[in-house]
């Protein structure tokens, strides 16, 4: 049943552009009604209509302790009674700054800022001032979220400056940023080899999850370490998702390589509105006041965000087990899909991350994650969000594991994968007809 869900759609679509305030919220991708989500506890949400869903998409990703951990809730009910924000220093931004720090120490200074993209943005504003170069390598099918000098795609040519991936955003914007390939060392150095003194930074998702999920094949990411220091240049890694997910220290830990500059998105508040970016101090000296590089916020560190943030990671630093956990489960089900796929579809899981593609191909970089049927997912997507199964409604995004995920709805949920796995290998009959009815 989706009644209220539909009903809330066409009033949302009257007053905001498309009915929703993130893009793939709107379901266009598997032609469906969007689930206006009412309220969620544990690895559950539960819609506008009453429905309740087991949730693989934990507020696409920092959901790691599931929805509404009592210890995060208590301490941030405590807050809010002392007030939202102050636009003024407090207490707890120090508490969570020595947190990161001790968690990822080559985020040796940190500055709050208030999401993923601003401190994205912010990170390249220090790298090109600490550099006082212009240029940026970006990767091709790696989002870093939507500020204009990143919302760009490759050219004709993989290896060009790129153009605006968006209306509205001007070409001078985007004409100091590169596009290289995910695992293709070749194309990095080649960009390096034509800007040698040119290029502050790179930035990469050390494990992408943008493209749905695609890990770093052996060496890539060393790779990159190499390249950059030999240039002069800084390495980048966007922690938006892996930061506090893939292990306790982030993929930089989970792979034993260390950036320059560290950016980290909403988990780091316990899913609430904010960000971070750090380095090593002579880096981050850079940034006002005590530098030339300029980045302010109102809500920067306020008292509620970081109040949840101080409590989350403190739920995982005393039990970081937690990631031993989180990959069990992850497996199970990927020896489910892979079981009953009998080769039909292809599977990247790392930690609590995974994307199933409804491809043959091995998914290793943008253009083999492009070789995905969408259709097929959005009949998968839809088989399973009418049994209670919650996923993301793309091809394109990570399914995410949480510690709240029981045994048992690991196993339900792995049964309603296997059903339509097999539906979609075992009939004749067209496997969106087989799947949505």
């Known amino acids: 049943m989706e009644n209220r869900s539909k009903e809330l759609f066409e009033a949302a679509k009257r007053h905001i552009p498309g009915g929703v305030n993130s893009p793939v919220r709107a379901f266009g991708a598997v032609g469906r009604t969007p689930r206006f989500i009412a309220s969620a506890y544990g690895d559950r949400i539960i819609d506008a209509d009453g429905n309740e869903m087991i949730d693989y998409v934990c507020s696409?990703?920092?959901?790691?302790?599931?929805?509404?951990?009592?210890?995060?809730?208590?301490?941030?009910?405590?807050?809010?009674?002392?007030?939202?924000?102050?636009?003024?220093?407090?207490?707890?931004?120090?508490i969570l700054a020595e947190l990161i720090a001790e968690l990822i120490p080559s985020m040796e200074v940190s500055r709050l800022v208030s999401s993923g993209t601003e401190a994205v943005m912010s990170a390249i504003r220090v790298a090109r001032g600490y550099t006082k170069r212009d240029k940026i390598v970006k990767f091709k099918g790696c989002y870093h979220g939507h500020s204009d000098g990143l919302l760009v795609k490759a050219g004709s040519a993989a290896l060009t400056t790129s153009v605006p991936d968006s209306a509205g955003v001007p070409a001078d914007y985007t004409k100091h940023t590169l596009v290289a390939l995910y695992n293709n060392p070749d194309s990095v150095e080649a960009l390096f080899q034509q800007n040698p003194k040119e290029i502050a930074a790179v930035i990469v998702e050390p494990v992408a999850a943008n493209m749905g999920v695609v890990l770093p094949e052996p060496g890539f990411l060393e790779f990159l370490r190499n390249i950059t220091t030999k240039y002069g240049a800084l390495l980048i890694f966007d922690e938006v998702i892996t930061g506090f997910r893939l292990s306790l220290g982030g993929a930089q830990e989970y792979y034993h390589i260390t950036p320059d500059l560290t950016t980290l998105g909403k988990i780091v508040g316990g899913g609430m509105p904010i960000g971070a970016y750090g380095g090593k101090r002579e880096i981050m000296e850079m940034v006002s006041p005590v530098g030339a590089v300029y980045q302010a916020g109102t809500l920067s560190g306020n008292p509620i965000a970081?109040?949840?943030?101080?409590?989350?990671?403190?739920?995982?630093?005393?039990?970081?087990?937690?990631?031993?956990?989180?990959?069990?489960?992850?497996?199970?089900?990927?020896?489910?899909?892979?079981?009953?796929?009998?080769?039909?579809?292809?599977?990247?899981?790392?930690?609590?991350?995974?994307?199933?593609?409804?491809?043959?191909?091995?998914?290793?970089?943008?253009?083999?994650?492009?070789?995905?049927?969408?259709?097929?997912?959005?009949?998968?997507?839809s088989y399973l969000l009418d049994r209670g199964i919650y996923i993301a409604p793309s091809q394109f995004e990570a399914m995410f594991l949480s510690d709240a995920h029981t045994e048992e709805d690991i196993e339900q949920t792995c049964q309603i994968i296997k059903e339509a796995i097999v539906l979609s290998t075992k009939t004749d009959a067209p496997f969106q007809d087989k799947l949505i009815n």
Do not use: M
């Not at 009998?342 to 930690?351: D, F, R």
């Open 60 to 94: 696409w990703g920092p959901g790691i302790l599931g929805h509404a951990h009592p210890r995060v809730i208590k301490q941030v009910q405590k807050a809010c009674e002392n007030g939202l924000t102050y636009g003024a220093p407090t207490e707890k931004e120090v």
């Open 306 to 381: 970081t109040t949840a943030g101080i409590e989350t990671l403190r739920i995982l630093k005393e039990d970081p087990t937690i990631y031993q956990r989180l990959e069990a489960k992850a497996e199970k089900i990927v020896h489910v899909v892979l079981e009953a796929a009998e080769g039909s579809v292809s599977v990247n899981q790392i930690g609590s991350l995974l994307s199933v593609f409804f491809t043959k191909e091995k998914v290793k970089d943008y253009h083999s994650a492009l070789s995905s049927d969408t259709s097929r997912y959005a009949a998968y997507f």
